[in-house]
């Protein structure tokens, strides 16, 4: 076992505190939740940052036994590389999602309370907390209690407004949801019947190809790929991510699918339940979920449903990195390649969908709709989220100097080494008609309007400086590239093809 480095004890802060602060939120009442938020997002963005430092500084996981209760009896929590990054990635778009929220769900001096914001500032906290959960826990049945806090706490705020249709866009959410756990839970009890352990590290030692550990792989990846919405089984998500409230969208969109995706990389690349012949089967679905989504993005005719179908197909780049990673031909160094280029996907792809939503919520309150053909005139009028909004288009697109681009780069770049080159045309294709509805919606916006356009809502300045800033990190992720240190692969076990 590995030993406990300084700063360890940080973890469990790290992934309390944002429940602490739901629950001081919950009994100070709902005038007061928004400052509790706001008191609370500045700790965990520090923990978090803490934590990042003290990794990069060590070169070393950090890791804690709670109750110092060793694996297998006890539940450890530990923060790799990859862990950190997404911690504080995670940190700074609910820190981001906070400011750009404030003018929405605030408490104005002298009105009721709000249900709504109430419920809001505490789904965020707990939403943050189970995303916290998620990245630290280092055992099977945790990450299963970690994934359902996050569906619990994610798909409320999918109807926070009420409304018929996102109620009922919830509940699909929510069967497409318990249905991904029913089968992730089945998996469970088999490996620990034959294993003994559920510990990821343990179980890493102990896993051998056998049928009861196939059985379980393809129950617990199959429940996996229904909560990332991966092609055909993302039928729940255009509904709930465009029909929710913007901040909720931006969360939604930027980190809770991410979630279910990162628990399926710690199951494939650190358990070791990867198989070649799947992994196949897993690009081909996340092909088709690039070519699919993104040409239902080009038919959409509303901003929000444009943006939420680009979701489905960024998620679908995610899965291209498995049959790179676990390749019959496959070099270590190309695996490892290949990996870092799936998760600077998910971290780029994170960053530029939270500025889209954002951008696209506050278009969407300021005109009162957010039809794509009735948008001429609003980069006049909104400047700041328009550009917001190609800044973002343009690391999906995959343009230099974009953390989008080096994500891409390095996949394509196993793809050539490697001879598959299949994937190369579907990335470039896919590419291609991100472009096109990005350059559609930039084109309509700065066109002349027939009639002049009068906005229906103040635009709030700050909330516009928030998504511009997110933007503007998609793009400059790009020069994580000339970083001395690969962070990302700190504490995590060699990838072996």
């Not at 449903?305 to 270590?332: C, D, E, K, N, R």
């Not at 709709?369 to 800044?391: K, N, Q, T, Y």
């Not at 780069?409 to 579907?426: I, N, P, R």
């Amino acid at each position: 076992m590995e030993a406990a480095m300084p700063g360890s004890f940080l973890l469990p802060f790290a992934l309390m505190t944002p429940f602490v602060g739901m629950l001081i939120a919950f009994a100070v009442g709902g005038r007061h939740a928004r400052r509790v938020a706001f008191a609370v997002i500045p700790l965990g963005l520090a923990l978090a940052a803490v934590v990042a430092l003290l990794l990069a500084r060590s070169g070393e996981p950090l890791q804690y036994a709670l109750g110092a209760w060793a694996a297998p009896l006890g539940i450890r929590l530990r923060a790799d590389g990859l862990a950190a990054a997404m911690m504080l990635v995670t940190a700074l778009i609910i820190g981001a999602t906070a400011l750009y929220a404030r003018p929405e769900f605030g408490a104005r001096a002298g009105a009721p309370e709000s249900r709504t914001a109430f419920a809001f500032w505490q789904l965020l906290l707990a939403t943050w907390g189970a995303l916290n959960t998620v990245l630290l826990a280092h055992d099977l049945f945790t990450l299963f209690v970690a994934l359902e806090l996050l569906t619990f706490s994610a798909v409320p705020l999918v109807c926070l407004d009420g409304r018929a249709e996102t109620l009922q866009a919830a509940l699909r959410y929510l069967l497409f949801a318990l249905a991904g756990s029913a089968l992730y839970l089945v998996g469970v009890p088999l490996l620990y019947g034959v294993y003994g352990t559920l510990d990821i590290s343990l179980l890493a030692g102990r896993v051998q190809v056998e049928s009861t550990t196939v059985v379980a792989a393809a129950l617990m990846t199959a429940g996996l790929l229904a909560k990332t919405a991966l092609f055909p089984l993302h039928l729940w998500l255009p509904p709930a991510h465009a029909g929710a409230p913007a901040p909720a969208s931006t969360v939604l969109s930027a980190l809770v699918v991410k979630g279910s995706f990162l628990v399926l990389v710690r199951l494939w690349f650190d358990v070791g339940l990867a198989s070649g012949p799947a992994a196949q089967l897993l690009a081909a679905l996340g092909a088709g979920a690039i070519l699919f989504g993104n040409v239902l993005a080009l038919r959409q005719v509303r901003l929000k449903l444009l943006v939420a179908y680009s979701t489905v197909a960024q998620i679908g780049y995610l899965f291209l990195m498995f049959p790179l990673a676990f390749g019959a031909g496959s070099t270590a160094a190309e695996s490892a390649t290949a990996l870092s280029g799936g998760l600077m996907q998910v971290i780029s792809h994170a960053t530029a969908k939270a500025a889209m939503f954002m951008s696209a919520g506050l278009v969407y309150a300021a005109l009162g709709h957010d039809r794509i053909a009735e948008l001429a005139g609003v980069g006049r009028l909104m400047p700041m989220s328009i550009v917001a909004f190609v800044l973002g288009g343009i690391s999906l697109v995959g343009l230099p100097p974009s953390g989008g681009f080096l994500a891409k780069w390095w996949l394509l770049s196993v793809m050539v080494t490697t001879g598959q080159w299949w994937w190369a045309a579907v990335m470039v294709t896919g590419g291609l008609l991100t472009a096109c509805y990005v350059v559609m919606v930039a084109m309509r916006a700065m066109s002349a309007p027939s009639t002049p356009l009068t906005l229906k809502a103040e635009v709030p300045r700050a909330s516009e400086a928030v998504a511009l800033a997110l933007a503007v990190c998609s793009v400059l992720l790009g020069f994580v590239a000339f970083l001395p240190v690969d962070f990302v692969a700190i504490g995590r076990p060699a990838v072996l093809p």
